[in-house]
């Protein structure tokens, strides 16, 4: 079936010491996102890609970078993480038409990664 | 801000009772979307309307939108303890093409 995977579904790290967390999809979309959300809180986009184009929120801490090496994964990187970066982390997939451009669809989600700092 | 604002924030009903949950947001919209997350996972798409409709229907779900209200509903008709969960709706709209805003969402319990 196709699908979102994230890995590792659960990562502890040290406070300060970088982390990377894994996306990959097999429905070939040409757009991946990355969401944070914090306990009983909606989702928070941090930013996407539209396939090698890299659109970053304005309120996005300089301690989240991404990569995109491929159509198929896409990588969150935390520099420095500190206590208040605890959270899940969402990836989620669509498909953007470059000929019908004002057209927004459906996400699909990953199931997260948790990530706890110590 | 588009932030769709959802209410209410939780909603407690027995098994086999309607829930209905409601979403309003600010500016205008290509469409509307509902998605529903099991405590620690990821999100699923329900059901996606677009700003030119009215109503949609998908199995056990209704949903409606007013644009002129800016505001949309989500109705779970015949409710099972499985539907217990998170549902979020959010928007897709304005300047930045694929950004959905997404509201905070409302707890549904369904009791067996």
């Known amino acids: 079936d196709a699908m979102v995977i994230q890995n590792p579904r659960y990562q502890v790290t040290q406070f300060g010491k970088p982390v990377t967390l894994s996306c990959s999809q097999t429905l070939n979309h040409n757009v991946m996102y990355w969401y944070q959300q914090k306990s009983s809180q909606a989702p928070k986009l941090l930013f996407h890609y539209y396939d090698k184009d890299f659109n970053n929120e304005a309120d996005t801490p300089d301690n989240f970078q991404s990569r995109r090496p491929n159509t198929s994964f896409c990588f969150l990187d935390i520099r420095s993480p500190g206590l208040g970066d605890a959270a899940m982390y969402l990836c989620?997939?669509?498909?953007?038409?470059?000929?019908?451009?004002?057209?927004?669809?459906?996400?699909?989600f990953g199931p997260g990664t948790r990530l706890t700092v110590t | 801000s588009q932030q769709g604002e959802e209410d209410p924030q939780a909603l407690s009903i027995q098994e086999g009772e309607n829930a209905t949950m409601n979403c309003s947001y600010k500016?205008?919209?290509?469409?509307l979307q509902w998605y529903r997350q099991n405590s620690g996972r990821g999100l699923v798409h329900l059901i996606l309307i677009r700003s030119n409709e009215r109503e949609k229907h998908s199995g056990r779900l209704r949903v409606t939108l007013d644009t002129s209200k800016k505001s949309s509903s989500l109705l779970i008709t015949a409710s099972r303890a499985a539907d217990t969960a998170s549902y979020f709706c959010?928007?897709?709209?304005?300047?930045?093409?694929?950004?959905?805003?997404f509201g905070q969402g409302t707890i549904l319990t369904v009791h067996p």
């Open positions: 959010a928007v897709a709209g304005g300047t930045s093409y694929g950004k959905l805003t």
């Open positions: 989620a997939t669509s498909r953007r038409d470059r000929s019908r451009d004002r057209v927004w669809y459906e996400q699909y």
């Open positions: 500016t205008s919209i290509n469409n």
